[in-house]
């Protein structure tokens, strides 16, 4: 038995290859239990209805005039409609987005004209593959449905924050960049407040949702941004701005004013928020109030001031800089951090409105490029942050101002931007490869470590189109994306230990995925209910949501592996192949082609032809979309797990086995391993 495992290998010679790794692929990854999967499709996400929910139903009918597909169908006496989707034959059609139940023997019409007399009532396709391409066909009719936010450009940043998405994109002139929330109803434009500067602030914090009155001028008050200590409310001293609505009466001036019994001295006229275009947006979501409420988003792109977000109100956050335009974010011991060039700055602690160094914000010179923080694990004293630059990483310790140290941990480990995640332990790409960092027990406190030493080459050649990073907590992966649209799909696991070796983490394997729309920014996180959700967005501004459908939203998803050439323990022995018996599971139908090169794919060896493999598994289900038993293509009692036999023949000392395919209807399947049938013939002279 070669069992498939260890992902892609393109630098160790053939004779040193082990058995069951890949000397190629595309859109194959490692599982972490094992074997290689192709990866699952993505699709265009807006809020509205996946094109992958789409339910596929057919009609019998007895057609008296036309139908094509694109038409709307309602049925004379349920009232029912739906969607035609394929029209296979004069006694067929194929419905999607079906509201109501149709009946046996009513009159069809389509724009209220009659075109058939139904024959049935809404039922399944009569074959796996029909199923497919029926379901495939209505995800596209969802799909077109789905349109990106307004504007042009790339999509320029995106976040998942209480259970809605939330994405950057500049407007039609790319004048500006705005706002754009997911709903049922595709993207929602955020509207942007105003903010205005005030000094003499009186008693006692004003409330939000308060109204700021100067004469006849009136205003309600989203935010009450402070800079100064909250003392200073109880001296009339307190300073900051306000994020107020669009003023009613007028626009306010320099002078006294009143926000409900509050007294404060406004500095001037309010100023509309306004976000200038083009930047490249970085997030974290963190809680620097400490109450339930008080989740909110921290931001920057590098070309506006830094921000604050809480899926309603954008607030500005001023540091101080000349050029107030940081370039990455981080929270860290409960202060905000921002990176500037070769600067590191925070805010005070618990305010991240306050960046003033009497109240405890500092600043950090790194002498590089900085391109990214991440917290280490550890105790409240012990916790380090990790500072990468360009060139250098570096460690800081310590709660605050009053105690940090700045400890250099490796010159020439350094990171890219937007490559490093939290997998239970740091992973980040360099200049010599995906590598990552952990804590130990060791002289240092942390260890590092290159895992892409079996992709050097590949990754080489493609460390400076890096665009973006996620993790899959679902399938143990780290993930990286690139300009061209390719990516990198790490899977991570666990070697189990004991108590005097405890329990390790490794690298399952690694495999090259080619998506067809490059990701220029990626999101993963987990929803209120403990699921996952996977988004990225392109340079057609659209919003892709990964893990789902069977396609690169309606592409299809080209697939090939070609095995590590297998010398069945015996290099210099000539055998004869028989046959091959492939392990496969899946949830649905699926189709590939199987080959085999013997012997190097030398031109002396006739080599064999492609042989295709049909696998239509099925998974119970039941209680789709609302329908019922026998009325869409429902499954009961299905079968997940199958060998697949295919002959083989031909002599050789090694045999590579291939599998390659193309489809966007095809479910993702898992194949094992392969058992090899061959006989022993005799040994190579010379």
């Known amino acids: 038995m070669s069992a498939f495992a260890g992902g892609c290998d393109f630098e160790t010679p053939p004779l040193s290859a082990v058995p069951g790794t890949l000397r190629d692929c595309q859109n194959w990854e490692c599982d972490v239990e094992g074997g290689y999967a192709r990866v699952m499709g993505y699709e265009r996400y807006n809020g509205r209805p996946s094109p992958s929910v789409g339910v596929a139903a057919v009609l019998d009918i007895t057609l008296t005039g036309t139908i094509a597909v694109g038409d709307t169908v309602t049925g004379v006496t349920s009232a029912a409609t739906a969607a035609v989707i394929a029209v296979p034959d004069s006694g067929h059609i194929v419905i999607t987005k079906v509201v109501g139940t149709f009946v046996s023997g009513e009159a069809l019409n389509v724009a209220a004209a009659p075109q058939a007399t139904t024959t049935s009532a809404t039922h399944g396709a009569a074959t796996a593959i029909l199923r497919a391409q029926y379901k495939n066909l209505a995800a596209d009719a969802y799909r077109v449905d789905i349109a990106a936010p307004t504007g042009s450009g790339n999509s320029l940043g995106g976040v998942r924050y209480n259970g809605v998405t939330y994405t950057w994109r500049n407007n039609a002139g790319a004048t500006a960049a705005g706002i754009w929330k997911s709903s049922p109803t595709g993207w929602q434009a955020v509207p942007l407040y105003n903010e205005i500067s005030f000094t003499a602030g009186g008693a006692t914090v004003p409330a939000e949702g308060a109204t700021l009155t100067q004469g006849g001028v009136t205003a309600t008050v989203k935010r009450v941004v402070a800079t100064t200590a909250t003392s200073a409310w109880g001296t009339n001293s307190a300073a900051g701005r306000l994020i107020i609505t669009n003023p009613a009466g007028g626009n306010f001036a320099a002078g006294a004013a009143t926000i409900g019994a509050v007294n404060v001295t406004l500095s001037g006229v309010q100023t509309a928020i306004v976000l200038l275009p083009s930047g490249r947006y970085e997030f974290v979501i963190d809680n620097f109030g400490g109450a339930v409420n008080t989740n909110r988003i921290y931001g920057c792109d590098g070309v506006n001031r830094g921000f604050e977000f809480d899926g309603d109100i954008l607030v500005p956050i001023t540091t101080g800089m000349t050029t107030d335009a940081p370039e990455h974010v981080h929270a860290h011991q409960k202060q905000l951090f921002f990176s500037f060039g070769g600067s590191v700055q925070h805010a005070a602690p618990t305010t991240p409105y306050i960046w003033s160094v009497v109240l405890g914000a500092s600043e950090i010179g790194m002498g590089d490029t900085v391109e990214g923080f991440m917290t280490q694990p550890g105790s409240t004293s012990a916790g380090a942050l990790a500072i990468f630059t360009r060139n250098r990483l570096s460690m800081l310790y310590g709660t605050g101002v009053a105690n940090w140290q700045l400890i250099p941990y490796r010159a020439e480990l350094g990171g890219y931007a937007y490559t490093i995640q939290d997998v239970g332990y740091t992973m980040f790409l360099d200049d010599q490869g995906v590598r990552s960092i952990q804590t130990s027990q060791n002289f240092g406190n942390f260890v590092h470590d290159t895992i892409s030493a079996k992709l050097k080459k590949w990754v080489n050649g493609k460390r400076v189109k890096v665009t973006a990073s996620c993790v ?150 039941f209680d789709q979309a609302g329908l019922t038993w026998d009325q869409v293509d429902l499954v009961w009692d299905g079968q997940t797990l199958s060998p697949s036999s295919v002959d083989m023949g031909g002599e050789s000392d090694n045999v590579s086995l291939s599998i390659r395919g193309t489809s966007d209807y095809h479910e993702s399947i898992r194949i094992s391993g392969a058992l090899i049938d061959h006989a022993p013939r005799r040994y190579l002279r010379g």
């Open 472 to 621: 899959c907590r679902d399938k143990s992966q780290y993930r990286l994306f690139f300009s061209d649209g390719y990516a990198l799909f790490i899977t991570l696991g666990t070697t189990r230990g004991s108590a005097i070796a405890p329990t390790t983490s490794r690298v399952v394997g690694m495999t090259v995925i080619k998506l067809a729309h490059a990701a220029i920014w990626a999101w993963s996180s987990e929803e209120a209910d403990g699921s996952e959700v996977i988004y990225f967005g392109s340079t057609n501004g659209e919003v892709y949501q990964m893990e789902r459908g069977t396609s690169f939203d309606g592409d299809p998803i080209d697939h090939w592996m070609y095995l590590a050439r297998d010398f069945l323990k015996s290099p210099r022995l000539i055998k004869r192949f028989h046959s091959a018996s492939l392990e496969i599971s899946g949830i649905g139908y699926a189709e590939f082609s199987f080959s085999y090169s013997l012997g190097y794919g030398s031109t002396d060896i006739a080599q064999p032809a492609e042989q295709n493999i049909i696998t239509s598994f099925s998974s119970g289900s």
